[in-house]
C-alpha cells in the first residue's frame, strides 16, 4: 500500500537513519519540518520533505490531509512487563493506608503475589488479558514494545509468559522483543535456598528458553531484598552464553553496584534509576549501555524520579520508558511518561520525545529500524489531533492528542 501524507503541520523526529541514539545536549535538539509530506511504502518510509519540494509522482491507493496536525515516530516503549494476571489493587490500597511497597512485598505481596495468580491462570487466559493491554498501548500510539516475564517464577511460569509474548509478536504487527526476567524475585518454595533457585533459573530455564528461541534479553531486579550484584553478574553471565544480552533493573530503591555490574557485561539498557549516585553516572558516561527512566513507577510508587538533568549535564542519554506492570506502574501511556518526564523531571518537550522515540529503540536494540523518521525505516508513526505546537503534547497531561497509530504503514483501528 502506498500512502501519501500531506499538509502535515510539523513532522517531528527526522534523521538521517544513521543516527542510533542521542546523548548529553544533543538530546535538546528535536529536528522537524514544518508543513512537511511523508510517502510511506511497503510499510516502509520512502520519502518524505517540504510540502514546497514534493515530487508528483508518487501515485499514492490513498492520500490523509494532516492539516493543522503532528507526526512523531511512534513512542518506542523498552521497558514493559504487560503480561501478567489480574491486578494488585488492594496492594495500591494498602500503600494509601501507609504500607510501603517494600512492606507489601516483605508480606509475601508484590512480585510473589502477581506470580501466585499467574501460576493460576492458563495461557488462554493470560493471552487474552495481556493482549487487552497491548492494544490499549498501541491506540495511545506505542509502535514497539520490550515485554519481560518475571511473574512465573517457576518454570512453567516463565515459559508460558514467554509463550503469550512470542503468540502476541505473531499476532500482531507491533514490533515486540521479550526479556527473560527469571530472577524478578525469589520464589516463596526457595526462600531458603536462594542458591537453588538460581540454579534453577541457569540449568533449567535458560536451555529451554534458548532452544525455543523464546527470549531476546535477559533482566534481573538486582536491588537489596532481590537479587545481589554476585548473583545479577552470575545470571547476566549465564543469559550472555545463551545469547541474551542484559538489560537490567537497577538502582530503583539503592545504588548497590548494579550499574557498574551491567557495563561490564555490555548491557544494552540499565533501567529504573530512581537513585543514583555522582560514581553511578560517572560510570555511564562513555559507554554503550543506555540509562532508561521511568517516570510513571515513581509518580505510582511516589518514589524519587531519575535526575535526568544531572544525567543528560553529564553527556549521558537518556530513554523513557513506561514500566507498565502491575506493582509499580499500572500504566503503559507514553504520553503520559512524556508528560510527567517534563513536569517532574524537568525534561524539555524536545528531550523527552527524544528519549521516548529513538533512545527507546535503542534501548530495545532496535534504533535501525525505530525510533525517527528515516528513509527505510519502519512506518510506525503517531497522526495527534488538532494542536497548536508540539509543545501542547506533554503540556496537556491526562489528554489523549493521538488521533491514529500506524504501523508498517497501516493505520491501527
Ligand atoms: O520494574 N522493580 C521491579 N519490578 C517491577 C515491578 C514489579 C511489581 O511490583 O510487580 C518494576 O517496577
Ligand atoms: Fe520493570
Not at 79 to 86: E, F, K
Not at 157 to 185: C, D, W
Not at 362 to 391: C, D, P, Q, R, W
Amino acid at each position: 500500500m502506498k500512502t501519501l501524507i500531506i499538509n502535515i503541520k510539523e513532522l517531528l523526529q527526522v534523521r538521517d537513519s544513521s543516527v542510533l541514539k542521542v546523548s548529553g545536549v544533543e538530546m535538546a535538539v528535536l529536528p522537524t519540518i514544518k508543513n512537511a509530506y511523508l510517502f510511506i511504502q511497503n510499510g516502509l518510509i520512502a520519502d518524505f520533505g517540504s510540502m514546497e519540494d514534493m515530487p508528483e509522482d508518487f501515485n499514492p491507493e490513498k492520500c490523509i490531509d494532516a492539516d493543522g496536525k503532528m507526526v512523531l515516530p511512534s513512542w518506542c516503549d523498552s521497558h514493559t512487563h504487560i503480561v501478567y494476571a489480574g491486578n494488585r489493587e488492594q496492594e495500591f490500597v494498602d500503600r494509601i493506608n501507609g504500607l510501603s511497597y517494600e512492606e507489601i512485598a516483605r508480606r509475601g505481596g508484590g512480585i510473589l503475589n502477581s506470580a501466585r495468580k499467574l501460576n493460576e491462570t492458563s495461557q488462554e487466559e493470560l493471552y487474552d488479558q495481556s493482549k487487552a493491554r497491548l492494544e490499549e498501548i498501541i491506540r495511545l500510539g506505542t509502535g514497539a514494545v520490550e515485554i519481560k516475564s518475571g511473574y512465573g517464577l517457576s518454570l512453567d511460569g516463565e515459559l508460558k509468559m514467554l509463550r503469550v509474548i512470542k503468540q502476541l509478536s505473531q499476532n500482531y504487527p507491533i514490533t515486540i522483543k521479550a526479556t527473560f526476567l527469571g530472577a524478578h524475585a525469589i520464589p516463596l518454595e526457595y526462600q531458603n535456598n536462594r542458591k537453588g533457585y538460581i540454579d534453577v533459573i541457569i540449568n533449567e530455564m535458560l536451555p529451554q528458553i534458548a532452544e525455543n528461541k523464546l527470549a531476546d534479553f535477559i533482566d534481573v531486579f538486582c536491588e537489596t531484598g532481590y537479587f545481589t550484584v554476585a548473583e545479577t553478574e552470575q545470571i547476566m553471565e549465564a543469559g550472555i552464553r545463551f545469547g541474551l544480552k542484559p538489560k537490567i533493573h537497577v538502582n530503583q530503591f539503592h545504588s548497590i553496584g548494579g550499574i557498574q555490574a551491567a557495563i561490564k557485561h555490555d548491557a544494552l539498557s540499565v533501567d529504573h534509576l530512581e537513585v543514583m549516585t555522582t560514581k553511578d553516572i560517572k560510570a555511564l558516561t562513555n559507554t554503550e549501555t543506555m540509562p532508561v527512566a521511568l517516570p510513571s513507577c515513581s509518580y505510582f510508587l511516589g518514589i524519587p524520579y531519575s535526575p535526568a538533568r544531572e544525567m543528560m549535564a553529564n553527556g549521558l542519554p537518556l530513554a523513557l520508558a513506561s514500566d507498565y506492570n502491575p506493582g509499580s506502574s499500572p500504566s503503559g501511556n507514553m504520553n503520559f511518561v512524556v508528560s510527567t518526564a517534563c513536569i517532574k523531571m524537568k525534561m524539555t518537550p524536545e528531550e523527552a520525545i527524544n528519549a521516548a522515540t529513538i533512545n527507546g529503540a535503542y534501548a530495545m536494540g532496535i534504533s535501525e529500524t525505530h525510533g525517527s523518521i528515516a528513509i527505510g525505516k519502519k512506518a510506525n508513526f503517531i497522526i495527534t489531533k488538532l494542536v497548536s505546537s508540539y509543545y501542547q503534547l506533554p503540556y496537556s497531561f491526562g489528554s489523549n492528542l493521538i488521533e491514529s497509530t500506524y504501523i508498517e504503514g497501516e493505520i491501527w483501528t
